[in-house]
């Protein structure tokens, strides 16, 4: 591909340069970049394309400065589909990006974004989170072996309140736990919830889980995130690329796989780059699509959690 081209997709013209221009530090290159958007989306479209998206957008590289951007790029193209949603805190409306084709997601992958942000909630319902989100975060010395620990023990508190939950990896050096709710909820109540079992979690396993923000606290434990369950914050896409030294990427993965992480100790076993995450959807179709439709509602809380099941 020539380092500044035009290609046609769904009948639009897209500009695209410098594709030349390396990226990360193995050499993967811009053009890479927005190869690997184009060879995922039949799988990441289902779960960003109608979200309000943050970029996070890296202009020079992985490993140079980056900004997030909220509001859609003022020269975005005509055909490119916004959201309006309203910011007390800036007291006005942000017109978010809707990445809802094929065509927008190569566009931003032009724009350098290279890590997507998409909201919790879906734009028809802005107010609901379709998903509750535990990040599990490790302190060093701390690894993804006490990641998989730690979600093995949430999945068994989840399991005991009758919800199914899905792993992915960070693409940087976490577990992320989704509970696809996908029916009436607020914010308050994913929040509330979520809480309770970070607390709980915590007080069972002080060893290994901390839930307080206090970084000084986090060393050799895993950091217990349950604030990502807020309309103002945004979790990583599943399939987003990271910047980070080689191009990982967000890979869905099964409970069994995460289980083989705790067991043989070994946390490189569920460490992804972006050609990977390729081959494993082209060998196992997309491990996330559940999330999408599974319907769960939050219990009522209050009751002894089992932390076995």
């Not at 989100?133 to 730690?150: K, N, R």
């Not at 005991?160 to 577990?175: F, N």
């Not at 409970?255 to 780059?273: G, K, N, R, S, T």
């Amino acid at each position: 591909m020539p380092v500044n081209t035009v290609i046609q997709v769904d009948d639009i013209n897209l500009k695209l340069s410098n594709l030349d221009k390396v990226f990360y530090a193995d050499g993967f290159s811009k053009g890479d970049v927005i190869d690997y958007y184009i060879r995922i989306a039949p799988a990441l479209l289902a779960h960003i394309k109608d979200r309000p998206m943050t970029l996070k957008r890296y202009p020079h590289g992985a490993d140079s400065n980056f900004f997030y951007q909220k509001s859609c790029p003022a020269n975005k193209p005509d055909w490119f589909n916004t959201l309006s949603v309203w910011s007390e805190g800036r007291g006005a409306h942000i017109h978010f990006c809707l990445l809802d084709s094929l065509p927008s997601l190569i566009w931003v992958a032009n724009m350098a974004a290279l890590e997507l942000h998409p909201s919790l909630s879906r734009a028809d319902n802005i107010s609901c989170p379709s998903v509750m989100v535990f990040d599990l975060d490790p302190g060093p010395p701390a690894s993804m072996t006490e990641c998989a620990e730690v979600g093995l023990m949430l999945r068994a508190i989840l399991d005991s309140y009758g919800l199914t939950s899905y792993p992915k990896t960070s693409g940087s050096k976490g577990l992320q736990i989704y509970v696809p709710l996908n029916t009436p909820c607020g914010y308050e109540q994913t929040k509330q919830f979520s809480h309770f079992l970070a607390k709980s979690l915590e007080a069972h396993r002080p060893d290994i889980v901390v839930a307080k923000m206090k970084k000084s606290l986090r060393t050799g434990k895993v950091f217990f995130d349950w604030s990502q369950n807020d309309e103002h914050k945004t979790t990583v896409s599943v399939y987003s690329l990271r910047a980070k030294a080689r191009p990982s990427a967000s890979a869905p993965v099964s409970w069994q796989e995460v289980e083989a992480v705790y067991e043989q100790q070994d946390p490189h076993l569920i460490d992804f780059d972006c050609r990977q995450v390729l081959e494993r959807f082209e060998k196992y179709g997309d491990l996330f699509a559940p999330v999408l439709s599974v319907k769960q509602a939050l219990p009522t809380i209050g009751a002894s959690v089992d932390y076995n099941n």
